[in-house]
Nanobody
Framework: QVQLVESGGGLVQAGGSLRLSCEASGGTFSIKSMAWYRQGPGIQRELVAAIDSGGSTNYGDSVKGRFTISRDNAKNTMYLQMNSLKPEDTAVYYC?????????????WGQGTQVTVSS
C-alpha cells in the first residue's frame, strides 16, 4: 500500500534550521507532484511549498527566501530545507503527494511531523 512518511521534525531555536524529508513507498507509481503543508494551532492548513515533476517550485509568501523544497526522484523522496526559522513557523508539517498509478492520479497525505521553534 502506498504511503508517505515524513521525518526530520523537532525542536529548534529561532534562527536555526531543520530539514524535513518525505518518502513515498509501498507500490509501483510515478510522482506527479509533491508539496509541504503546515497547520499551526488554531490555524487552517496552508501551503508551504510545492514541486512538480519537472522541478518547478512555488512557495508560500511567509517562507520565501528561507525555505527550499527539492526532490530526489531516484529515492521517491522530497525535502524541505528550513532556514532562519521563526516561532511562527511552529506547526505540524504534512507532506502531500499526487501519485500516478496505472494512469490514474491519486492524492496521498503523510501523518505529519511536528516542528517547534522556540524564541
Amino acid at each position: 500500500q502506498v504511503q508517505l512518511v515524513e521525518s526530520g521534525g523537532g525542536l529548534v531555536q529561532a534562527g536555526g534550521s531543520l530539514r524535513l524529508s518525505c518518502e513515498a513507498s509501498g507500490g509501483t507509481f510515478s510522482i506527479k507532484s509533491m508539496a509541504w503543508y503546515r497547520q499551526g494551532p488554531g490555524i487552517q492548513r496552508e501551503l508551504v511549498a510545492a514541486i512538480d515533476s519537472g522541478g518547478s517550485t512555488n512557495y508560500g509568501d511567509s517562507v520565501k527566501g528561507r525555505f527550499t523544497i527539492s526532490r530526489d526522484n531516484a529515492k521517491n523522496t522530497m525535502y524541505l530545507q528550513m532556514n532562519s526559522l521563526k516561532p511562527e513557523d511552529t506547526a505540524v508539517y504534512y507532506c502531500k503527494g499526487i501519485l500516478t498509478i496505472l494512469s490514474r492520479n491519486y492524492q496521498y497525505w503523510g501523518q505529519g511531523t511536528q516542528v517547534t521553534v522556540s524564541s
